[in-house]
């Protein structure tokens, strides 16, 4: 999966979820490894999508 389409993807999936997301969790949907989507969220919130999250809680749009 190219990673314009994984970004797309992130924000789909975080838009559509009602509580928060944990990063493995969506590595196991994009079947990509965690470390990709931390490069990924953090590639978001460098363009300023308002993705907020904790350690040990998940991600939240």
Known sequence: ?????????????????????????MAGQLEVTVRSVYRDIAALQAMRVPIEGGRGIGYIL
């Open 1 to 25: 999966m190219r990673k314009a389409s994984r970004l797309f993807e992130i924000i789909q999936i975080l838009r559509l979820a009602r509580k928060p997301v944990t990063a493995a969790a």
